[in-house]
């Protein structure tokens, strides 16, 4: 079992932990079908056990740990191409178990008062599309997702570029400090400002990011105060599909299309699981 070495030992706790394959493998297939947890089937055991497994190693980080640990052992292999790092965003619809309880907020005259909200650690929010949350990811050239955070559905594509790439974070096995840094980061419009450009300036990262039109102009419009045109290769543009597809990857497992899990957390682990198998692929 590859994961076998970063899986927590039963000296760990007072009590034994059934078998780490067996809810493990309950867990992913909870992941691809994206059924209830009552629905598992009997043969990977109590469902209970399944899901309180998940549900703590979500909380304890223990998944995060897991990722850290399966993509330094696939850069120390050479399978991370840091060449090219794009970043975007997924939209996931949450269903109606994953609403949760609403809070009351003071209502707000108007035609468009909402009285009733979500909590904003819950990472839900409404959008055009209704009750949903956005996966904001970075992906290597290889498709397989470098970080990500979750945030609201409403929340814009911006202002979450920076706390992306800071949580890119590859340990190196033979020590010394983790990479963090790709060699070129790519971007669509969504993400051009002058705070992300600035950003990449100072940690000297090249990047190609698509300047909309309405900022060009007015870049242009200034004059000189606005700055120097920045340099677009389409050619290296056309990479940023690396991303998509990560995404399209990512969102075959049904548990991640669609948000089933109530509290945020747990939902950041399964994500973290749909990583971890993403990277385990050939």
């Not at 850069?75 to 939209?91: F, K, L, N, Q």
């Not at 340990?171 to 980061?185: C, E, I, Q, W």
């Not at 105060?225 to 290769?233: A, E, N, Y």
Request: glycine share 10%.
């Amino acid at each position: 079992m590859r994961l076998e070495r970063h899986l927590p030992r039963n000296r760990d706790r007072g009590g034994r932990w059934q078998c780490h394959r067996r809810v493990i493998n309950g867990i992913l297939f909870r992941q691809r079908t994206g059924l209830p947890w009552r629905d598992l089937p009997p043969q990977f055991g109590k469902w209970k056990t399944v899901h309180d497994r998940h549900r703590r190693w979500s909380a304890d980080g223990t998944w995060e740990k897991i990722l850290r640990a399966v993509q330094a052992d696939a850069d120390a292999e050479g399978r991370i191409d840091w060449s090219m790092v794009s970043v975007d965003s997924t939209s996931c619809r949450a269903h109606q178990h994953a609403a949760g309880a609403l809070t009351r907020a003071p209502r707000i005259p108007g035609p468009r008062s909402r009285p009733d909200k979500h909590r904003s650690d819950e990472g839900l929010g409404r959008s055009r599309g209704g009750l949903n949350c956005k996966i904001h990811l970075a992906s290597e050239g290889g498709r397989r997702p470098l970080a990500f955070i979750i945030t609201p559905g409403q929340w814009g594509d911006a202002p979450q570029f920076i706390p992306v790439l800071e949580q890119i974070r590859v340990s190196r096995p033979g020590g010394g400090r983790p990479r963090t840094r790709p060699d070129h980061v790519g971007g669509d419009k969504a993400y051009s400002s002058r705070r992300n450009r600035r950003y990449l300036r100072r940690r000297q990262i090249k990047h190609t990011i698509a300047e909309p039109r309405g900022q060009r102009a007015n870049r242009q419009r200034r004059g000189s105060k606005g700055g120097r045109p920045t340099g677009f290769d389409t050619t290296v543009y056309r990479r940023r599909n690396e991303v998509e597809r990560t995404i399209n990857r990512l969102k075959t497992f049904r548990a991640v299309a669609t948000r089933y899990d109530k509290r945020a957390y747990v939902f950041h682990g399964t994500v973290t699981v749909a990583a971890i198998r993403l990277w385990l692929r050939p």
